[in-house]
């Protein structure tokens, strides 16, 4: 079942989205050589933690930390590590979601490290902008699959390609609520978006091909043929006459 939010649930979607932009600001400063993927989760865990909220991925389904950073060729759900340092040149993507007063807020971002390839930077503006073409597309009588589509068009259209394995979702009292967005599809399907609604769209985009493997710890999940992959995120309210991003400052 969709939810429509009431006034009171979106004032405090909002708070829950401002700690998780603040988690990302915070962990942001940190993405430089030398620094390893659990020092930044300890950043994200403790940033959320001050600002009064729960990290929501803890413990999450046993996940076994607050964020998920997902290095290079790890498209998502990397587990934090004291043994995992960063270089120059690595593209870091970090997935936070915090719970403010039984409400959520979920939004990733990839991050340079040092100086990145070509390939890397490009990958970047093109998943960032995918996430924003999926945006505009975000208004009371879209069809949910004209953002699916939107994304899709625009990543392939760069030469990147759209994993299949992984969608948004809707987002309030519980992480993952319905509706499942996927980032690819043919436009004019899927529920008819309605203001209220509150929506986490993350596309996640290869710079190779689409495929990806889970590995071992059932969690690590890489592009198959060793592509770098990319992932942004926000939570985002369906308004009246388009949308307004909650995982913001
Ligand atoms: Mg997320
Ligand atoms: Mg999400």
């Known amino acids: 079942m969709v939810t429509i939010k009431s006034q009171r649930e ?12 603040i988690a990302h600001q915070e962990v942001a400063k940190h993405i430089l050589p030398g620094v390893s993927t659990d020092e930044l989760n300890r950043i994200v865990e403790n940033t959320i933690r001050s600002l009064g909220a729960i990290p929501s991925f803890l413990n999450y389904n046993g996940f076994p930390a607050s964020s998920c950073i997902s ?3 790890v498209v998502v759900h990397g587990i934090p ?13 970090v997935d936070i979601g915090a ?13 340079a490290c ?18 924003f073409q999926g945006l505009s597309m975000v208004k009371p009588g879209a069809r949910l699959s004209d953002v699916s589509h939107a994304i899709q068009v625009y990543a392939e259209s760069q030469g990147c390609s759209v994993v299949r394995e992984f969608v948004g979702h809707g987002i309030g009292k519980v ?13 004019g399907k899927g529920i008819t978006l309605r203001p209220g609604m509150t929506l986490a769209i993350e596309p996640m985009i ?7 493997k889970v590995l071992s710890d059932n969690w690590t999940t890489k592009t198959i043929d060793g592509s770098l992959s990319a992932h942004y995120e926000h939570t985002v309210l369906v308004t009246q006459d388009g949308y307004e991003i909650l995982t913001k400052i």
């Open 81 to 93: 590590s004291k043994s995992q340092i960063l270089k120059s040149g690595d593209i870091v993507s």
């Open 71 to 73: 290095v290079n060729d």
């Open 99 to 111: 719970i403010l007063k039984g409400y959520h807020g979920d939004s990733a971002w990839t991050y």
């Open 206 to 212: 290869n710079s190779g091909r689409k495929e990806v």
């Open 114 to 131: 040092g100086d990145i390839s070509e390939t890397a930077k490009h990958l970047m503006k093109v998943t960032e902008e995918s996430l």
């Open 10 to 21: 979106i004032d405090l979607m909002r708070e829950a989205g401002r700690v998780v932009a």
């Open 175 to 187: 992480m993952h609520e319905d509706p499942q967005i996927p980032n690819f599809g043919l436009p």
